[in-house]
């Protein structure tokens, strides 16, 4: 049986970089006793920009044996290069995972796969940056292809250029569902941690991943997230690691059929987040938009816009396979609404 498939939810917990010994030391016996399953610490860390903690490296590789034995627990790290991968297995590191960095680069993947082949650890690959399914079940393949059978795949979540959104990676839960339907035995892990970007946004995330059939977590944990040398504010005391993991409600489905309708439901409900989110975000650009009309002193309702906005509409709609007739009570009744918010909007502003 696939490793982290042996307990559901599987739970991988640790800081996002070990910084010293006494820091591991300290996670190690604050984890004796909590229900985690594999501890995680990046050694080597891939930062967007120089200057920062790029992690201690080898360094820290005995602080990581020293864990295993106090805790009891298996260690895991990310490699993003064949040394790193030799200098895991030097230290007997328990298994590895591969950065959302490194998925995206097929050279990188195979490189780790070569220096893998003969010593098949356990490897957890991370969703690329990218929202690129393929990229993603290549990276996959590559390691199946190498005879590794404790495979896992770890939702991250996907960078993205709206700084507006609550997320530091966009969850899209889409896509590791349609990676749950191509690999139907492959288990798949959430990391509430880098979707979130923040430590209130960890226990929502896990939720929804468990109700979502995810087979386990991974969480970064710090003994004192606020001076944690990288991602502070997504971490976690391993007090606040127990009481999250204590409240998390598993839901079991009955039969299988309920499992599959749920499912479906449940990427219904956050495209439906999604559609609703961004809705409001269009009402938000229309009120900035009735303030430059009011400046240049020209009429709400443009029929030459709106014109225009039908037509690229319907050809959108056409190349998704939704008729003129659904497009066009659709943006009816969102242009309507467009309207009437700037007329209300300039109404307030002009009391
Ligand atoms: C990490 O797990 O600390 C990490 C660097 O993650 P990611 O590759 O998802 O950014
Ligand atoms: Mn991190």
């Known amino acids: 049986m696939n490793l982290f498939s042996s307990k559901k939810p599987y739970i991988i917990a640790g800081p996002c970089g070990a910084e010293n010994e006494h820091q591991m030391l300290s996670i190690a016996e604050e984890f004796k006793n909590l229900p985690i399953d594999m501890i995680r610490a990046g050694v080597w860390k891939p930062r967007s ?201 598993l839901r079991k489905p009955t039969v299988d059929s309920d499992t599959e309708i749920e499912n479906i439901r449940l990427v219904l409900d956050s495209m439906d987040a999604e559609i609703v989110d961004i809705l409001g975000k269009r009402m938000e650009m229309v009120k900035k938009l009735a303030l430059i009309k009011k ?8 029929q030459d816009r709106w014109c225009e906005i039908i037509e690229s509409r319907n050809q959108w709609g056409k190349a998704n396979e939704l008729d003129e007739t659904f497009i066009l009570q659709l943006y009816q009744l969102i242009h309507d609404k467009s309207i009437k918010t700037q007329f209300d909007f300039l109404q307030r502003n002009e009391e």
């Open 295 to 302: 400046k240049y002193n020209m009429p709400i309702f443009q």
């Open 49 to 249: 920009k120089p200057g920062n903690f790029e992690g201690m490296g080898e360094t820290a590789l005995p602080w990581l044996n020293q864990v295993k034995k106090i805790a009891g627990k298996p260690v895991c790290i990310e490699v993003a290069n064949s040394i790193q991968v030799e200098l895991a297995l030097k230290y007997n590191i328990d298994a590895v995972w591969i950065g959302a960095r490194t998925t995206v680069n097929p050279f990188a993947v195979q490189e780790i796969c070569d220096a893998l082949k003969g010593n098949p650890i356990p490897v957890l690959v991370k969703n690329p940056i990218n929202p690129d399914v393929e990229l993603w079940s290549g990276a996959i393949e590559r390691m199946m292809a190498i005879g590794i059978t404790d495979i896992a795949a770890i939702h991250r979540g996907f960078s993205s250029y709206d700084s507006t959104s609550k997320y530091r990676n966009k969850p899209m839960w889409a896509i590791p569902i349609e990676l749950k339907r191509r690999y139907k035995e492959l288990p798949i892990i959430c990391d509430p941690s880098h979707i979130g970007g923040n430590r209130d946004l960890i226990a929502p995330i896990s939720q929804r991943a468990l109700d979502m059939d995810f087979d386990g977590l991974m969480i970064e944990v710090h003994p004192t997230p606020d001076d944690a040398l990288s991602d502070a504010k997504q971490q976690i005391t391993p007090s606040v690691l127990k009481d999250i993991l204590a409240n998390l409600i």
